[in-house]
């Protein structure tokens, strides 16, 4: 029995983050004959906890420790934790800003993307918090990364930039927002534009050509983007206009028919 209690830890242990789903699969190879769930728990699972080579996180969820970390000091992966919570999700708004490297600050939160069918409580392990974002689609724009030995989802560039423009409060606010922005290499600003306008929705539109042009002038990665690519975007917002941030002493900016906070500029100078 030990040495199937080893085998079996020694293939999860690559994993760093395992379901109960994992370990079941990864037994199937090692325990012989086809063993119910309820065995791999009692046999395997709760022994692998009780001597700390497995660490619970919740219900169905792990982290494997090496023989060399000690419980009360090992801090997980945020990014590969998160992306075991559930089987349909995607890791969006700041949380993909993190792993595209161009987020201004570091979180403590993790965002993860689901249908309100696969939602799941907040909850908290170690120094994290992960916390689930309500959105419709978890497939377009979705991208599979090879991360840790596991497989992560991720908005693709452009969908991060949508998303965190039109739900900035899961960007850390505007100004951790912009910043971020600012050093997220690489998009396809055609590909950014088209999405924007499929979505129909006016607001979206002069909330993501003025913070278009606001990068165009703050960062490198913006700088060659053409004036007549942008314009695409005001097509048709006439109507009444809508605050940037709501709540804040603003003027009128007729070009995106968006009323822009007095202190906008001040404040991305400090942040």
Request: hydrophobic share 35%; proline share 4%; net charge positive.
């Given at each position: 029995?030990?040495k199937?209690i080893e085998?079996?830890?020694?293939a999860?242990?690559?994993f760093?983050v395992v379901?109960?789903?994992d370990?079941?699969?990864q037994s199937?190879?090692?325990?012989?004959?086809s063993?119910n769930?309820?065995?791999v728990?009692?046999?395997?699972?709760k022994?692998l906890v009780?001597?700390?080579?497995?660490?619970p996180?919740?219900?169905g969820?792990?982290?494997?420790?090496?023989p060399?970390?000690?419980?009360e000091?090992?801090?997980?992966?945020k990014?590969?934790?998160?992306s075991?919570?559930?089987?349909e999700?995607?890791?969006?708004?700041?949380?993909?800003?993190?792993y595209?490297?161009?987020?201004?600050?570091a979180f403590n939160e993790?965002?993860?993307?689901?249908?309100?069918?696969?939602?799941f409580?907040t909850?908290?392990?170690k120094?994290?918090n992960?916390?689930?974002?309500?959105?419709?689609?978890?497939t377009s724009?979705v991208?599979?990364?090879?991360?840790?030995?596991?497989?992560?989802?991720v908005s693709?560039?452009?969908?991060?930039?949508?998303?965190?423009?039109?739900?900035p409060?899961y960007?850390?606010g505007w100004?951790?927002?912009?910043?971020?922005l600012?050093?997220?290499?690489g998009i396809?600003i055609?590909?950014?534009?088209n999405?924007?306008?499929?979505q129909?929705r006016k607001?979206?539109?002069?909330?993501?050509?003025y913070?278009l042009?606001?990068?165009?002038?703050?960062?490198?990665?913006y700088?060659h983007i053409?004036?007549?690519?942008?314009?695409?975007l005001?097509?048709g917002i006439?109507?009444?206009p809508?605050?940037?941030?709501?709540?804040?002493k603003?003027?009128l900016n007729?070009?995106?028919?968006?009323?822009?906070?007095d202190?906008?500029?001040?404040?991305?100078?400090?942040?």
């Amino acid at each position: 029995m030990v040495k199937k209690i080893e085998a079996l830890y020694n293939a999860l242990l690559p994993f760093k983050v395992v379901t109960f789903d994992d370990i079941v699969q990864q037994s199937l190879t090692i325990i012989e004959g086809s063993a119910n769930r309820r065995y791999v728990y009692r046999k395997y699972v709760k022994r692998l906890v009780e001597t700390g080579k497995l660490q619970p996180v919740r219900k169905g969820l792990y982290t494997v420790l090496s023989p060399l970390e000690k419980k009360e000091e090992y801090e997980p992966d945020k990014l590969l934790l998160a992306s075991k919570i559930r089987r349909e999700y995607y890791l969006g708004f700041h949380t993909a800003l993190e792993y595209y490297g161009c987020a201004y600050s570091a979180f403590n939160e993790a965002y993860v993307c689901v249908q309100p069918k696969n939602r799941f409580d907040t909850f908290s392990y170690k120094r994290f918090n992960f916390k689930p974002v309500f959105v419709k689609d978890t497939t377009s724009q979705v991208i599979e990364k090879t991360y840790q030995n596991n497989t992560l989802k991720v908005s693709s560039k452009e969908r991060t930039f949508i998303e965190c423009v039109d739900r900035p409060q899961y960007a850390g606010g505007w100004e951790e927002c912009v910043k971020s922005l600012e050093n997220l290499s690489g998009i396809n600003i055609q590909q950014l534009i088209n999405l924007t306008l499929k979505q129909g929705r006016k607001g979206l539109q002069s909330r993501i050509g003025y913070v278009l042009e606001l990068l165009k002038n703050r960062s490198p990665f913006y700088e060659h983007i053409n004036d007549s690519t942008i314009s695409e975007l005001k097509t048709g917002i006439k109507g009444q206009p809508q605050y940037l941030v709501r709540g804040k002493k603003s003027s009128l900016n007729r070009q995106w028919n968006l009323y822009i906070p007095d202190d906008i500029e001040e404040e991305l100078k400090v942040i």
